[in-house]
């Protein structure tokens, strides 16, 4: 009797699932952990600076001062508003904002900064698409679209262009408003410019409810606030829209995937392809989320591409023997097989 393998989908779901609840519920599953030291050096904050313990609880910044298991820095949507602490302590883009305001020397925040290096360069984005605990909520919401025979919406490469500039404005922005308020002359403000990212991403509003606490969602202290908590709901709205009625869409916004695609072109993990067994059929432009379109019209040996989210559509949907695979240095992971009809 012929047993029939699981797919590349189906492994894909089940280590979204599994790093969904460690990333989420981390520090709940390994909470003996968190009596010993850490494994990397904790950075605090110099007296004076602004820190999301340290703020008043109606601050939408807030959060408990419970420590992750692994104080590091994940290439994913590792949020710092996960219940009791998380897996990890935040995302990339936490780091840097946090640390530009703090006016952290360098030799500090190496240790964290080259492991998220290292973890970028060895599979890239494969965190976006395998990891990502904001991609795994987002599919869900597409995978009910689908199954409600509701269609989505196909971007096109314009709107794909626009979106990967909407990412460069957020993330520069973000980074310079962080370095912005370190100077002396906002200290007056400067609690309410702290981590202008994480004041408007959709995780900070989410990732509380899975460990069934309220986040704060709203604080209109004043001008600067009440734009932040405006912007939080507007963003919210968006991101469940992107996954709705679009496939990864706020991938394509999202700056912390912005900054682990900059590893893509360079990572250990490659997408291969034998330009001589493509029939240039669209099967992997329609099976691919994030629209990409490179797999078909390069010819190169190597196809990584900065949106590439290594989902592996292309690969499972691919009906041309042997044509795409998934590297990792030189093993073989995947590979593309004759489909038969």
Same mark, same amino acid.
């Given at each position: 009797?012929?047993?029939? $393998?699981?797919?590349?989908?189906?492994?894909?779901?089940?280590?979204?699932?599994?790093?969904?609840?460690?990333?989420?519920?981390?520090?709940?599953?390994?909470?003996?952990?968190?009596? %010993?030291?850490?494994?990397?050096?904790?950075?605090?904050?110099?007296?004076?600076?602004?820190?999301? %313990?340290?703020?008043?609880?109606?601050?939408?910044?807030?959060?408990?001062?419970?420590?992750?298991?692994?104080?590091?820095?994940?290439?994913?949507?590792?949020?710092?508003?996960?219940?009791?602490?998380?897996?990890?302590? &935040?995302?990339?883009?936490?780091?840097?904002?946090?640390?530009?305001?703090?006016?952290?020397?360098?030799?500090?925040?190496?240790?964290?900064?080259?492991?998220?290096?290292?973890?970028?360069?060895?599979?890239?984005?494969?965190?976006?698409?395998?990891?990502?605990?904001?991609?795994?909520?987002?599919?869900?919401?597409?995978? %009910? $679209?689908?199954?409600?025979?509701? /269609?989505?919406?196909?971007?096109?490469?314009?709107?794909? /262009? &626009?979106?990967?500039?909407?990412?460069?404005?957020?993330?520069?922005?973000?980074? /310079?408003?962080?370095?912005?308020?370190?100077?002396?002359?906002?200290?007056?403000? $400067?609690?309410?410019?702290?981590?202008?990212?994480?004041?408007?991403?959709?995780?900070?509003?989410?990732?509380?409810?899975?460990?069934?606490?309220?986040?704060?969602?709203?604080?209109?202290?004043?001008?600067?606030?009440?734009?932040?908590?405006?912007?939080?709901?507007?963003?919210?709205?968006?991101?469940?829209?992107?996954?709705?009625?679009?496939?990864?869409?706020?991938?394509?916004?999202?700056?912390? /995937?912005?900054?682990?695609?900059?590893?893509?072109?360079?990572?250990?993990?490659?997408?291969?392809?034998?330009?001589?067994?493509?029939?240039?059929?669209?099967?992997?432009?329609? &099976?691919?989320?994030?629209?990409? %379109?490179?797999?078909?019209?390069?010819?190169?040996?190597?196809?990584?591409?900065?949106?590439?989210?290594?989902?592996?559509?292309?690969?499972?949907?691919?009906?041309?023997?042997?044509?795409?695979?998934?590297?990792?240095?030189?093993?073989?992971?995947?590979?593309?097989?004759?489909?038969?009809?």
């Amino acid at each position: 009797m012929h047993i029939r $393998r699981p797919s590349i989908t189906f492994w894909r779901r089940t280590a979204q699932l599994s790093f969904f609840v460690l990333f989420v519920y981390g520090a709940v599953i390994f909470r003996t952990e968190l009596k %010993t030291d850490p494994i990397l050096p904790r950075l605090k904050p110099p007296e004076g600076m602004p820190s999301t %313990t340290r703020l008043d609880k109606s601050s939408i910044l807030w959060a408990s001062d419970d420590p992750p298991v692994v104080d590091a820095y994940s290439p994913g949507a590792a949020c710092r508003y996960n219940p009791k602490g998380g897996l990890v302590k &935040a995302c990339i883009v936490h780091m840097l904002s946090e640390n530009l305001t703090w006016r952290t020397k360098l030799a500090y925040i190496l240790p964290p900064l080259l492991v998220f290096i290292l973890a970028a360069f060895l599979v890239g984005r494969w965190w976006c698409g395998w990891v990502c605990p904001l991609g795994t909520l987002g599919d869900v919401l597409s995978y %009910t $679209r689908k199954k409600l025979r509701l /269609g989505y919406v196909d971007f096109g490469r314009n709107v794909g /262009g &626009a979106l990967k500039g909407t990412s460069n404005i957020i993330l520069w922005s973000a980074l /310079g408003i962080s370095w912005i308020s370190g100077y002396r002359y906002f200290e007056n403000v $400067r609690c309410y410019l702290y981590l202008p990212y994480c004041q408007i991403c959709p995780g900070r509003l989410l990732c509380p409810l899975f460990g069934l606490s309220m986040p704060t969602w709203r604080d209109f202290t004043n001008t600067i606030t009440s734009v932040f908590t405006v912007l939080s709901w507007a963003t919210l709205v968006l991101f469940l829209a992107a996954f709705v009625i679009g496939r990864r869409v706020w991938c394509r916004v999202c700056p912390i /995937g912005l900054i682990t695609s900059w590893f893509n072109r360079g990572s250990m993990l490659s997408l291969r392809k034998v330009p001589v067994r493509c029939n240039r059929c669209t099967a992997c432009i329609e &099976a691919c989320p994030m629209a990409n %379109t490179h797999v078909r019209e390069k010819d190169d040996e190597i196809v990584n591409h900065p949106d590439c989210i290594f989902c592996l559509r292309c690969i499972e949907q691919c009906p041309s023997d042997r044509c795409l695979s998934l590297k990792f240095g030189g093993v073989t992971l995947a590979r593309s097989s004759f489909k038969k009809s």
